[in-house]
């Protein structure tokens, strides 16, 4: 058993808002994958497992998502986690798995994992790396339909048929938003592109990597002194965007809100978003949203998204 004393996040999760908006709520719902043992946190597996389970039975459980761990550190996972899944009160732990080149393998230590673990703990995601259609198809084919998968896409010239394939084959699509360095955060358009592409397939789509701020902001890249600074794409300009795309709003309209840097224009109510005064989302949209379009996002930090939202008075 690993001493908490040594690893507990910083985030004090006992102060909280009276109420959290239902639209709130609604939009941010199970939607962050942790993704702890990646950059730039880069933990140990007891730090990022230790973290999970502090997020996991605090005030903001509603808005944590899976533990993000790639296959060939299940055992690992096991090792650090096993205590905390006979023990944890609140429910089973969802891991989403990253998978290896080869599929099969991936597939028999997963089931392997489920076999033995569940109900304690379940591995029903996979994400997984495709360049190429035939890939996708390949892939889809060999895992059984009772898990999700997101195939993490390429932004070229082929994504149209890339998610197309996906949506041949009933699968969902991944977007990376960003790194460690500035030249690894897709531009504005692309990333348009991508959502606008996704909805139009009717492919649910998750996002990963650089999106630990809720608003788009200029900041370092990392955790490190001197760190490299760049401008990183905020998650409810990202969430927003897409809800206005999928009513559909135009591709100019999209862009404006994707570089928005004030919080203050973005006002949620009981009843929906607003932005700007002039665009609104209602409840039923965000839950549309939610449920056919936009998965989750992975962020290396739970902390931080929570404690940007509660500056901005959302939490």
């Known amino acids: 058993m690993v001493d908490l004393r040594f690893f507990s996040p910083r985030l004090t999760f006992n102060k909280m808002s009276e109420k959290i908006k239902d639209s709130v709520r609604i939009l941010l719902a199970d939607i962050i994958d942790y ?3 990646f950059p730039p946190s880069g933990l140990s597996m007891p730090e990022a497992v230790i973290n999970y389970a502090t997020y996991k039975n605090s005030n903001y459980n509603w808005m944590l998502g899976r533990f993000i761990c790639p296959v060939g550190r299940l055992d690992e996972f096991v090792e650090s986690a096993r205590d905390f899944i006979s023990r944890d009160v609140k429910g089973m732990w969802r891991l989403s798995v990253l998978a290896s080149n080869d599929i099969h393998e991936t597939i028999r230590q997963v089931e392997d994992f489920n076999l033995k673990f569940a109900p304690g703990a379940v591995c029903d995601s996979l994400e997984i790396k495709a360049d ?3 890939v996708i198809e390949k892939y889809a084919d060999a895992i059984p339909d009772n898990f999700k998968n ?3 896409l390429p932004l070229g010239e082929d994504l149209g048929d890339l998610i197309s394939a996906l949506a041949v084959h009933k699968q969902h699509a991944k977007i990376r938003t960003g790194g460690i360095t500035p030249d690894l955060f897709p531009t504005t358009n692309e990333i348009i592109r991508f959502m606008r592409t996704c909805l139009a397939a009717n492919v649910k789509f998750k996002a990963t990597a650089g999106l630990h701020h809720p608003i788009r902001c200029f900041k370092p890249l ?3 002194p001197n760190a490299p600074k760049g401008t990183m794409h905020g998650f409810l300009n990202l969430f927003l965007a897409t809800g206005y795309a999928r009513v559909g709003f135009k591709p100019e309209i ?4 994707m570089e928005e840097e004030f919080e203050e224009v973005f006002e949620f109510t009981e009843t929906g978003v607003n932005w700007q005064g002039d665009f609104s989302l209602t409840i039923s949209q965000l839950q549309s949203l ?3 379009n ?6 290396c930090s739970f902390d931080e998204p929570i404690e940007d939202l509660q500056k901005i008075g959302l939490l």
Do not use: V
């Not at 936009?294 to 962020?299: C, I, M, P, V």
């Open 35 to 37: 993704a702890g043992l």
């Open 132 to 134: 190429n259609a035939s």
């Open 150 to 152: 997101y195939f993490e």
């Open 222 to 224: 990392t955790y490190e």
């Open 254 to 257: 999209l862009e404006e809100l």
């Open 290 to 292: 939610r449920d056919k």
């Open 294 to 299: 936009l998965a989750s996002f992975g962020s």
